[in-house]
């Protein structure tokens, strides 16, 4: 407990000194403060799930209508030792990274800020200490956005931010409160214990798991998401991708799988068809992006998606009584949510490296980094392994759970869960081949082949704490794929708070990944044992006949002259998939020919841009805010400026009053 | 029913959906008539299963009729109106392949959740396959509702006929003779009162696709 | 002891049956339309040759070095994991089928890799196809697994064919023959088969998977041409033996091993004869209907499961 404490007690004093620090040191000071909070928190965290006892504890002055209360069980620091994950290699990496504008003193305590909301939020101990962590969060982030005010995309950005995630909040208090008005109490044991069900029931998930869900980035509520996290600065959007977006999959995971009781089953299928559409969405707009932080973001959308569709899937299997094979799937999900946290801290922080060093993050002018950053394309190259989901890395793992326990799922004889199962497992293989080309995008043509511009030619990666802190999340990457089975075995503590019980939890050794429900087991290291066996092997044969290699130009089918404009690119590479999938992304395609002045047969330039705008946007937000634009102008004619209107006003409303009450 | 026979009867009931839904993938409209042929024949397939493995005569002679009406006469008539216009294809249907096939799998998925019901009526191994026939009434109107050519449109409605004919295989393990001679010849009927519409609107028009004839209507 | 040898045996099998598959399959063609065509040992001629080159490396350097040492591993992990031999042996490895798919999955992600490395345009254009491909094969793919796995309840791929092994009824269930469909379309789709693409053409509109390995050279090649006829020999074996796991040994002893082993070939050479005819007869489909193929792929699978629900 003092563990837990004292970190959140540096956590605290992080925006102090950033407050209050001279330039000189001040984000050295504040992001060593939240590193060794995030530290302390996550060793906390690690004794809980390695079978230590629930931390508790309260202060009844703290917070109004409560007090503060702070409970660390295993789902909290499951979820705490993934974001502390996060915070701490984003906390390092600004220490290196942040300098100028972005090391202000607000921004400096506001990022503080905000690594301290998200470290609080996992083990707030009961509704209001949860809301007020929830919202310093929100508003710590949202004041981020703002603070390079002077570019209008991050105006936008912020609008956008600040309406969803404050109505996703209101959801979310209007949810909670009636759980906590029918369940007489506040804190999660409590909420826990009335295991509320009925039509409040119903009512407190649907608001619920709308909050939650917009914060995970679900379709249709994820519209902030591809706008906020690119605008953000570099460790911020880190923070949000990795860390702030599975706090969404939290609130589910704690709140609607874990407090309430029986609703019916259909509500959670419900869930699932969103979180399958939510990851072929997000997927889908990864892999036809071309900006490096947008296609990063909208992959978060489809990881998330991928996480609500393993937690809809469990609450599902659960309530046709299939507990065992939802266990497999809550575990799948959190080591999901630790995979993804890892990978997308290096991804965001390699990208904002890349665009430092280049000028640019559009990957239609990138290209050929892998020269000037080795360092930072070898990191790169393992996030991205992890997230299409090769073997011996630590998405695979999640990935291979939540498949093995959705399987588990479809054997059964109930037609409606097989069908609903079918979605889930249909959502997450399609999603998962998208993902695989958006990555591979992302490496192919923002890493390898040859510089697009000047700017990509002459990156440099930079020296220090910068790169050497993506080092931690890359080794956690390789650890959990590796040795999976000690991660899956403390990680299964968490199912009794989830599901209220543990049978047919995955079970792990050290060298071993056993799945109770499909009787299948992985085993990380022996596949390691025949790659290396593999690779030595064919290096021997390659000694053995070999007359050495040769550097040449390349052949490219006989032109010797070849550009870096030849290349693909990548509007080029995602152009077929744009087209396979053309009714949902609706592109905007523009084709201009301009022929040559003395001979109109021959085309000189040739000009095709396409953009790929957010068609749920378009199609579903904008009338909604037209509509309210209008109502808004409609409205000013209440206010035209009379004081006589003004005061009558105020006489007719005390009227309604004295007629209501009275 | 025996183990083998039970399979042969699953194997071909499905066999009559799957067809279904390749209809909706092809686009050659003499395929769609050479699918519809051994759609017919899967169809007297589960009907003669049953019929051997009850020893229902009736049946039996069911059986024999769907080979001749829907596996021979129908397919025929259609085929010598297909042949008029040689290589004739489906215009770009309404929805796309991958989309109808898509939404074909997710209709079968609905008629299995929602068809579940129809076990009940009868019991045995057979009643269970009835959601099979709903799901395959279903992709039949998808194709009905999604194709442009005349001809592509019949073949959807007498897919719709077989989806209703093996239900009734599958629930009553037999149907009275005198009920699915009516039904049969009703379609044939349609059939027949189809092609002499079709002969008489290219006579008229030069074109059997049904865009053309939005302007008809008044 | 007896599990690490019959894997070895078993790459050695893939490896060389692939390359000797290969041939058959062109042989076949060469001779459905009339022509003598190379011997069926064309291609392991092909790789010794290759072998003993020296490679000529493109400009882009360390990751056109790695991918075709990747792609030859990948495969040969996963052909260690797919009981082509029996089943009653002790798995030292885990033998679950999504291990084989995402190893597999791993190979085309690091060819499609080196072929934007290349920086040339036709490595980007291959490598844009391939993904878009694997992509859309991918929930074909998952689902016709899932469909093999839902009868057995489990993803294990001994557990799997030993279930069937144990009742030979559900080799004619439907589920079980939709599925069997699905995965041969999606099996024709990843081996870069007619009409998906055409393993014989060089010609820039039609070419996929040669068109990221156009840049590769000497021993490059000839791992790269290694690990796609090892694929295509791992995964016909697969098919053979999902489809129909008779035959399979159920005891460690090495006479049953051994037949095993034999009759899987035999099944994968005539699902090879059988494709390669096929192929005679088809055209190359645009690329843009292979995504209704692909879906035709998908909806068999799924109605494998939905049906498997009325109808087991």
């Known amino acids: 407990m003092p563990v837990l404490l004292v970190g959140l007690g540096l956590g605290l004093a992080a925006p102090l000194v950033g407050a209050l620090a001279p330039a000189r040191g001040r984000t050295l000071l504040a992001g060593g403060l939240s590193?060794?909070?995030?530290?302390?928190?996550?060793?906390?965290?690690?004794?809980?799930?390695?079978?230590?006892?629930?931390?508790?504890?309260?202060?009844?002055?703290?917070?109004?209508?409560?007090?503060?209360?702070?409970?660390?069980?295993?789902?909290?620091?499951?979820?705490?030792?993934?974001?502390?994950?996060?915070?701490?290699?984003?906390?390092?990496?600004?220490?290196?990274?942040?300098?100028?504008?972005?090391?202000?003193?607000?921004?400096?305590?506001?990022?503080?800020?905000?690594?301290?909301?998200?470290?609080?939020?996992?083990?707030?101990?009961?509704?209001?200490?949860?809301?007020?962590?929830?919202?310093?969060?929100?508003?710590?982030?949202?004041?981020?956005?703002?603070?390079?005010?002077?570019?209008?995309?991050?105006?936008?950005?912020?609008?956008?931010?600040?309406?969803?995630?404050?109505?996703?909040?209101?959801?979310?208090?209007?949810?909670?409160?009636?759980?906590?008005?029918?369940?007489?109490?506040?804190?999660w044991s409590a909420l826990a214990a009335a295991r509320v069900s009925g039509p409040l029931a119903v009512v407190a998930f649907v608001a619920t798991l709308a909050g939650f869900a917009s914060k995970a980035g679900a379709v249709p509520l994820h519209v902030w998401l591809p706008r906020a996290h690119p605008e953000a600065a570099t460790p911020v959007s880190a923070m949000m991708s990795g860390a702030m977006t599975a706090l969404g999959l939290y609130g589910v995971a704690r709140v609607d799988l874990g407090l309430l009781g029986a609703i019916g089953r259909w509500w959670w299928a419900g869930a699932l068809v969103v979180a399958a559409l939510s990851a072929l969405y997000g997927a889908l707009h990864a892999a036809t992006a071309t900006d490096l932080k947008r296609l990063l973001a909208y992959s978060t959308i489809g990881a998330m998606g991928l996480g609500l569709i393993g937690l809809a899937a469990a609450g599902e299997l659960r309530a046709s009584g299939q507990g065992r094979?939802?266990?497999?799937?809550?575990?799948?999900?959190?080591?999901?949510?630790?995979?993804?946290?890892?990978?997308?801290?290096?991804?965001?922080?390699?990208?904002?490296?890349?665009?430092?060093?280049?000028?640019?993050?559009?990957?239609?002018?990138l290209g050929g980094l892998v020269r000037g950053m080795p360092r930072v394309a070898g990191l790169v190259a393992v996030a991205v392994a992890s997230a299409v989901g090769v073997p011996l890395a630590a998405g695979f793992v999640g990935e291979w759970l939540e498949i093995e326990g959705l399987v588990a799922g479809l054997s059964s004889h109930d037609p409606g869960g097989v069908a609903t199962i079918?979605?889930?497992?249909?959502?997450?293989?399609?999603?998962?081949?998208?993902?695989?080309?958006?990555?591979?995008?992302?490496?192919?043509?923002?890493?390898?082949?040859?510089?697009?511009?000047?700017?990509?030619?002459?990156?440099?990666?930079?020296?220090?704490?910068?790169?050497?802190?993506?080092?931690?999340?890359?080794?956690?990457?390789?650890?959990?794929?590796?040795?999976?089975?000690?991660?899956?075995?403390?990680?299964?503590?968490?199912?009794?708070?989830?599901?209220?019980?543990?049978?047919?939890?995955?079970?792990?050794?050290?060298?071993?990944?056993?799945?109770?429900v499909t009787a299948s087991t992985l085993r990380p290291l022996a596949l390691l044992g025949g790659l290396v066996t593999a690779v030595v092997v064919l290096r021997g044969l390659a000694r053995v006949g070999s007359r050495g290699v040769r550097a040449v130009v390349a052949w490219a089918c006989g032109r010797s002259d070849l550009t870096a404009r030849m290349q693909y690119t990548a509007t080029s590479f995602a152009e077929p998939l744009q087209r396979v999938f053309a009714d949902v992304l609706r592109p905007d395609i523009d084709t201009t020919v301009s022929p040559e002045e003395e001979a109109r047969e021959i085309e000189r330039v040739i000009a095709y841009q396409s953009r790929v705008g957010d068609a749920v946007e378009g199609g579903l937000y904008r009338p909604v805010v037209r509509g309210a634009d209008a109502l808004g102008r409609r409205a000013r004619a209440l206010a035209n400026g009379s004081v006589h209107r003004y005061l009558a006003y105020g006489l007719v409303a005390l009227l309604v009053v004295l007629v209501v009450v009275g | 029913m025996s183990g083998l026979a039970g399979a042969l009867v699953d194997l071909a009931a499905v066999a009559v959906l799957v067809i279904g839904v390749a209809g909706l993938w092809r686009r050659d409209l003499r395929a769609l008539v050479g699918l519809l042929r051994v759609q017919g024949l899967a169809l007297a397939l589960v009907a003669a299963t049953t019929a051997a493995s009850e020893h229902d005569l009736g049946l039996g002679v069911t059986a024999a009729l769907v080979v001749v009406v829907k596996a021979g006469v129908v397919p025929t008539l259609l085929v010598r109106v297909a042949r008029r216009d040689p290589g004739a294809r489906e215009a770009a249907p309404l929805i796309n392949v991958p989309s109808s096939l898509v939404l074909a799998a997710a209709l079968v998925g609905l008629a299995?959740?929602?068809?579940?019901?129809?076990?009940?009526?009868?019991?045995?191994?057979?009643?269970?396959?009835?959601?099979?026939?709903?799901?395959?009434?279903?992709?039949g109107y998808l194709l009905l509702v999604t194709r442009r050519r005349a001809l592509s449109q019949v073949v959807g409605l007498l897919v719709i006929d077989n989806g209703v004919a093996l239900t009734t295989f599958l629930l009553t393990a037999g149907v009275p003779l005198i009920v699915e001679l009516g039904g049969t010849l009703d379609v044939l009927l349609v059939v027949v009162v189809l092609r002499a519409l079709l002969g008489t609107m290219r006579a008229h028009l030069g074109d059997v696709s049904l865009d053309q004839l939005r302007e008809l209507h008044d | 002891m007896t599990a690490v040898a019959v894997a070895l045996v078993q790459v050695l099998v893939v490896a060389l049956g692939g390359l000797l598959l290969t041939g058959l399959m062109a042989k076949v063609r060469a001779r459905a339309e009339g022509r003598v065509g190379a011997p069926v040992t064309q291609p392991l001629r092909d790789v010794a040759k290759w072998l003993g080159r020296e490679s000529p490396r493109a400009t882009a350097g360390t990751a056109l070095a790695i991918v075709p040492t990747v792609v030859?591993?990948?495969?040969?992990?996963?052909?260690?994991?797919?009981?082509?031999?029996?089943?009653g042996l002790v798995d030292?490895?885990?033998?679950?089928?999504?291990?084989?798919?995402?190893?597999?999955?791993?190979?085309?992600?690091?060819?499609?890799?080196?072929?934007?490395?290349?920086?040339?345009?036709?490595?980007?254009?291959?490598?844009?196809?391939?993904?878009?491909?694997?992509?859309?094969?991918?929930?074909?793919?998952?689902?016709?697994?899932?469909?093999?796995?839902?009868?057995?309840?489990?993803?294990?791929?001994?557990?799997?064919?030993?279930?069937?092994?144990?009742?030979?009824?559900?080799?004619?269930?439907?589920?079980?023959?939709l599925a069997a469909l699905a995965l041969l379309v999606v099996v024709v789709a990843e081996t870069g088969r007619m009409p998906?693409?055409?393993?014989?053409?060089?010609?820039?509109?039609?070419?996929?998977?040669?068109?990221?390995?156009?840049?590769?050279?000497?021993?490059?090649?000839?791992?790269?041409?290694?690990?796609?006829?090892?694929?295509?020999?791992?995964?016909?074996?697969?098919?053979?033996?999902?489809?129909?796991?008779?035959?399979?040994?159920?005891?460690?002893?090495?006479?049953?091993?051994?037949?095993?082993?034999?009759?899987?070939?035999?099944?994968?050479?005539?699902?090879?004869?059988?494709?390669?005819?096929?192929?005679?007869?088809?055209?190359?489909?645009?690329?843009?209907?292979?995504?209704?193929?692909?879906?035709?792929?998908?909806?068999?699978?799924?109605?494998?499961?939905?049906?498997?629900?009325?109808?087991?």
């Open chain 1, 35 to 187: 590193a060794a909070a995030g530290v302390l928190a996550a060793v906390a965290a690690l004794g809980v799930l390695l079978g230590g006892p629930v931390l508790r504890a309260r202060a009844s002055g703290l917070l109004p209508l409560a007090g503060a209360s702070v409970r660390l069980d295993a789902l909290s620091a499951a979820f705490e030792v993934a974001v502390a994950l996060v915070v701490v290699t984003a906390a390092l990496f600004s220490m290196g990274y942040t300098h100028g504008a972005s090391a202000s003193r607000p921004a400096t305590a506001l990022q503080a800020s905000f690594a301290l909301g998200l470290l609080l939020v996992p083990v707030a101990g009961d509704v209001v200490s949860f809301l007020w962590a929830w919202e310093l969060m929100a508003v710590a982030s949202l004041a981020l956005l703002l603070v390079e005010h002077d570019r209008p995309a991050a105006r936008s950005a912020a609008l956008w931010y600040g309406a969803m995630t404050q109505a996703g909040a209101a959801a979310i208090m209007l949810g909670l409160l009636t759980l906590a008005a029918s369940a007489h109490g506040v804190s």
């Open chain 3, 72 to 87: 030859v591993a990948t495969t040969a992990l996963a052909a260690t994991l797919v009981p082509l031999a029996g089943v």
């Open chain 3, 196 to 312: 998906v693409d055409n393993p014989s053409t060089h010609l820039e509109l039609t070419m996929i998977h040669e068109a990221m390995t156009l840049e590769y050279g000497g021993r490059d090649q000839a791992l790269v041409s290694l690990g796609a006829a090892m694929r295509l020999g791992l995964l016909l074996g697969m098919l053979g033996v999902l489809t129909v796991p008779w035959g399979l040994a159920t005891s460690a002893a090495p006479l049953a091993l051994l037949g095993g082993l034999a009759l899987s070939a035999l099944k994968a050479t005539v699902l090879a004869v059988v494709i390669a005819l096929a192929e005679v007869h088809s055209a190359k489909l645009r690329l843009f209907r292979v995504p209704e193929l692909l879906a035709a792929a998908f909806v068999l699978a799924a109605l494998a499961i939905v049906v498997g629900v009325v109808a087991r």
């Open chain 1, 325 to 365: 094979a939802a266990a497999t799937l809550v575990v799948g999900v959190l080591v999901l949510v630790g995979a993804h946290a890892a990978y997308k801290a290096i991804l965001f922080l390699a990208a904002g490296l890349i665009e430092r060093a280049s000028g640019t993050r559009d990957l239609d002018l």
């Open chain 1, 422 to 516: 079918l979605v889930g497992l249909v959502g997450l293989a399609l999603a998962s081949g998208l993902v695989a080309v958006a990555m591979v995008k992302l490496l192919g043509i923002g890493l390898l082949g040859r510089a697009r511009s000047e700017g990509a030619a002459r990156a440099r990666e930079p020296h220090g704490i910068a790169v050497a802190a993506l080092g931690l999340p890359a080794a956690a990457t390789l650890a959990m794929g590796l040795v999976p089975g000690p991660v899956v075995a403390v990680l299964g503590h968490a199912l009794g708070t989830v599901l209220g019980a543990r049978a047919g939890a995955p079970q792990g050794r050290w060298d071993a990944l056993h799945v109770g």
């Open chain 2, 112 to 139: 299995v959740v929602v068809g579940a019901p129809l076990h009940a009526l009868a019991p045995g191994r057979a009643a269970a396959l009835a959601p099979l026939g709903l799901a395959t009434v279903l992709v």
């Open chain 3, 92 to 177: 030292a490895t885990g033998a679950d089928a999504l291990v084989v798919v995402f190893l597999l999955l791993t190979g085309s992600l690091a060819l499609a890799v080196g072929g934007l490395a290349t920086a040339t345009a036709f490595g980007g254009m291959g490598a844009s196809r391939a993904m878009t491909l694997s992509a859309l094969a991918e929930p074909a793919l998952l689902v016709a697994v899932a469909a093999f796995a839902v009868p057995a309840g489990s993803l294990s791929l001994p557990a799997m064919l030993g279930h069937a092994l144990d009742q030979p009824l559900t080799m004619v269930s439907p589920s079980h023959v």
